[in-house]
Each structure stands twice: as structure tokens, then as C-alpha cells.
């Protein structure tokens, strides 16, 4: 199976991304509402990120209901996660050291929680 090219997107695209991988399919409109109020923008810049994706060949039209057209995802989340986070590593030079320490500290990652993970990639190698 051919890889799929990597796609690097914005922030706010990730966002919108985010919605439509929960959604399955969806239109600008419904993309827009899921936004949080206060951080809502308008329907034109919404509009914008929908384009900009489709460029990207990260989203495609589906269908058409009345005057709203419906948008699918064409790419899966886990890749687009995995490269991200394999471009921050690359800062630290690919360790994940740093910042390990750094969610420890944080208390955003505990010691159970990489215990947790150590059995499942014990599990895994079974």
C-alpha cells in the first residue's frame, strides 16, 4: 500500500480536523458551531480552513444537502499525530527525555502512568 504524503497543518487546522475526525462528516456550519462560543470564529474563516484543506488533500466533499456541502476526512488522525510529535522530538535531537521530565515535573505524567505503559509494551512483544 502507498504511503500517504505527509500533510503539515496549522494549528487551527488540527482543530478543525479534530471535529471532523469526532464527526465522521459534517458541514462548515456544523464544524463551526462545534467550536467552543468564545473562541468561535466566523463562518468565512471557517470557510477559509475547509479550502485550505482541500488543497491540502486532507478533506474532500462528499455530498450536497440543500445549499450546505458535507466534508469527510481523507486523512487519519493517528499519522497526522505521529508526525507531529516526531517533529518535536526532532528539536531534542529525537529524544523524548526532555520531555518526559518535563510532564513529570508537570505531574501531567506519573510514574504509574509509564509503569501503565512499560506492561503494554511488554504485552505487545508477546
Do not use: C
Amino acid at each position: 500500500m502507498a504511503r500517504q504524503p505527509v500533510i503539515h497543518l496549522s494549528q487551527f487546522e488540527l482543530e478543525i480536523m479534530e471535529i471532523l475526525w469526532k464527526l465522521g462528516e459534517a458541514s462548515v456550519r456544523e464544524v463551526q458551531d462545534a467550536i467552543q462560543e468564545r473562541r468561535r470564529p466566523a463562518y468565512t474563516t471557517v470557510q477559509t480552513i475547509f479550502s485550505r484543506l482541500e488543497e491540502k488533500n486532507a478533506i474532500r466533499r462528499t455530498r450536497k444537502i440543500g445549499n450546505a456541502l458535507l466534508f469527510e476526512p481523507l486523512i487519519a488522525r493517528e499519522p497526522v499525530y505521529r508526525r507531529i510529535i516526531d517533529d518535536f522530538l526532532g528539536l531534542f535531537g529525537g529524544s523524548a527525555k526532555p520531555l518526559v521530565a518535563r510532564l513529570l515535573e508537570t505531574g501531567q505524567l506519573t510514574l504509574e502512568d509509564l509503569k501503565a505503559l512499560e506492561e503494554q509494551e511488554k504485552g505487545k512483544r508477546r
